[in-house]
């Protein structure tokens, strides 16, 4: 379990949630030139389901995006590397279409989705 702690909109916000398996052995060979694309190893999950995607550009961009429509509700979105650390997060208003976390170096990612829903939402992993 990981335990979630983020200060929203003046409350404390806490929660518990399984993190995505980490990627077989075998699938964290060197790495491959990569292009674009949603592709994750394992699937997402969380109160309402794979409702996110985390994806890379050709440039080694990550960005996540609802697969249907925007962010219905506010929260807070947390992208983790292959080690389980936070690397970065940010706030994510209402109807918002997509959460771009920049460059990001070679490794595995996953995402994490805290609303103020309340809710949750995570990733498989995405290796970039």
């Given at each position: 379990?990981?335990?979630?702690?983020?200060?929203?909109?003046?409350?404390?916000a806490?929660?518990?949630?399984?993190?995505?398996?980490?990627?077989?052995?075998e699938?964290?060979?060197a790495r491959?030139?990569?292009?674009a694309?949603?592709?994750?190893?394992?699937?997402?999950?969380?109160?309402?389901?794979?409702?996110?995607?985390?994806?890379?550009?050709s440039?080694?961009?990550l960005?996540?995006?609802?697969?249907?429509?925007?962010?219905?509700?506010?929260g807070?979105?947390?992208?983790?590397?292959?080690?389980?650390?936070?690397?970065?997060?940010?706030?994510?208003?209402?109807?918002?279409?997509?959460?771009?976390?920049g460059?990001?170096?070679?490794?595995?990612?996953?995402?994490?989705?805290?609303?103020?829903?309340?809710?949750?939402?995570?990733t498989?992993?995405?290796?970039?």
């Open positions: 379990m990981v335990a979630i702690s983020a200060i929203l909109s003046g409350c404390i806490e929660g518990d949630y399984d993190a995505p398996e980490e990627p077989a052995e699938m964290a060979e491959q030139e990569l292009t694309g949603c592709t994750t190893q394992g699937s997402g999950g969380g109160t309402w389901g794979d409702v996110i995607k985390l994806c890379r550009t440039s080694g961009g960005y996540v995006q609802k697969r249907s429509g925007t962010f219905t509700s506010s807070y979105i947390y992208l983790y590397n292959g080690s389980g650390s936070v690397v970065a997060s940010q706030g994510v208003p209402q109807d918002t279409l997509t959460v771009n976390f460059y990001r170096p070679p490794g595995w990612y996953y995402v994490y989705y805290s609303s103020n829903a309340p809710g949750e939402a995570w498989g992993w995405l290796q970039n």
